[in-house]
């Protein structure tokens, strides 16, 4: 026998948090300069977009009972202390170099598949295009001051 199923009311409810938070974002980014305030309304505007498109699609399209997570205790506080050492090298350090350090070192961690040639270099362009992409788009694009520390 299949359970029927269900809707994600912890997922409706986390994206109704996110649509405040974004609400409260945008109305308080009203202070900030036009330049300033650029980057926090874009989040904010994306925040409360997706939130919304996933409170939507969960109440159209309830899905199946997931099956229970996999992971290890050693794995998630790993993942805290890494972002808490990219939070406290990115000023000595730099952007740019910290996020691939710690970006590289989160893959290391979160990867339950065996490490192959092709695998990793796959993970290696695509980890320089994501952090590279955001890079790009908080300097160039946003204009967001990023720390260049020593190395970026």
């Not at 009203?30 to 977009?49: D, H, L, N, Q, W």
């Not at 506080?77 to 000595?92: G, T």
């Not at 590289?104 to 065996?114: H, P």
């Not at 908080?138 to 720390?147: A, E, K, N």
Request: aromatic fraction near 10%; charged fraction near 10%; charge should be positive.
């Amino acid at each position: 026998m299949t359970e029927a199923p269900r809707r994600d009311v912890r997922g409706i409810l986390g994206a109704a948090v996110a649509i405040a938070a974004g609400a409260l974002a945008w109305y308080h980014a009203k202070e900030f300069s036009a330049m300033g305030s650029v980057f926090p309304r874009t989040v904010a505007a994306a925040m409360m977009i997706f939130a919304i498109v996933y409170i939507v699609v969960s109440v159209l399209r309830p899905s199946a009972p997931a099956a229970p997570p996999r992971g290890s205790a050693w794995r998630r506080v790993a993942l805290v202390a890494i972002l808490a050492a990219w939070s406290v090298l990115l000023e000595k350090v730099g952007f740019l170099a910290t996020s691939i350090a710690c970006f590289t070192a989160i893959l290391v961690i979160a990867n339950y598949d065996r490490w192959t040639p092709r695998s990793a270099a796959t993970y290696a362009v695509a980890g320089a295009a994501v952090v590279g992409g955001l890079y790009a788009i908080f300097r160039f694009v946003l204009q967001v001051p990023l720390p260049e520390g020593l190395l970026l």
